[in-house]
């Protein structure tokens, strides 16, 4: 079993902080934005409730939300490593309409936030760092607003078999040797992130949880041949 205390997620991420976004980017050739702006396109923002992005890290998801809106949408992006949240900040204040993103210090699992609040609550790549999954897709689902959106981008394992092996071999023995000699920690990061997918459920078993959390028609769309996939279900 994965270690996912949330001591040793924590500090995990705040050693690599500073060279997340550049690894994110280097290590997916660029995929991770596309993922982003598609799962903005998927589930867009509407009226003037606000959106919550979830384990925000530095705030990708949250600022292409930003930007999709226009400053028409107050934006709360979310987390509990200190490090990540600190870039994130720097970033907002950079981005247009930077009055309507708030970055807030929180443990996905105990949010700091009313019941029935949020058009969209959204996680990219993160509600699997979470120690317990399931509670915190209850707590996406209960400060979601009725009718809303929770929306989960997430890696997740090929189905093809020829891509499967060849992305699998990639994933396990070239990706962490990267990673760890360009964000050296103490803590083996790019080791934990094959693992992790590794034992995270993905497909309609993930389904099967966000449904168990509150959602109905929950659906799920596998992207750039299965690397990763969203998830979107509605309170």
């Known amino acids: 079993m994965v270690d996912k205390s949330g001591s040793r997620v924590r500090q995990m991420f705040g050693e690599i902080a500073g060279r997340y976004d550049l690894l994110n980017h280097l290590l997916s050739l660029n995929v991770d934005k596309y993922w982003r702006w598609w799962t903005v396109r998927q589930v867009p923002p509407t009226g003037d409730a606000p959106i919550l992005d979830l384990c925000t890290g530095t705030g990708d998801l949250a600022l292409a939300y930003l930007r999709a809106s226009q400053g028409r949408v107050p934006i709360v992006a979310a987390?509990?490593?200190?490090?990540?949240?600190?870039?994130?900040?720097?970033?907002?204040?950079?981005?247009?309409?930077?009055?309507?993103?708030?970055?807030?210090?929180?443990?996905?699992?105990?949010?700091?936030?009313?019941?029935?609040?949020?058009?969209?609550?959204?996680?990219?790549?993160?509600?699997?760092?979470?120690?317990?999954?399931?509670?915190?897709?209850?707590?996406?689902?209960?400060?979601?607003?009725?009718?809303?959106?929770?929306?989960?981008?997430?890696?997740?394992?090929?189905?093809?078999?020829?891509?499967?092996?060849?992305?699998?071999?990639?994933?396990?023995?070239?990706?962490?040797?990267?990673?760890?000699?360009?964000?050296r920690n103490r803590l083996d990061a790019y080791n934990y992130l094959p693992e992790s997918v590794g034992e995270f459920p993905c497909g309609e078993a993930l389904c099967e949880r966000l449904r168990l959390a509150g959602l109905r028609d929950v659906k799920y769309h596998p992207l750039t041949f299965g690397i990763a996939t969203l998830y979107v279900g509605t309170k």
């Open 79 to 183: 987390d509990f490593c200190h490090p990540m949240l600190a870039i994130g900040r720097q970033k907002g204040t950079r981005a247009a309409h930077a009055e309507q993103i708030t970055f807030i210090e929180a443990d996905a699992q105990h949010l700091p936030l009313p019941d029935d609040k949020f058009q969209i609550v959204c996680v990219a790549f993160g509600l699997r760092n979470v120690a317990d999954t399931d509670r915190g897709l209850r707590e996406m689902t209960r400060v979601c607003r009725p009718g809303g959106k929770v929306a989960v981008l997430e890696f997740s394992q090929p189905s093809w078999p020829p891509f499967r092996a060849f992305y699998g071999w990639y994933f396990r023995n070239v990706l962490p040797r990267i990673g760890q000699a360009l964000a």
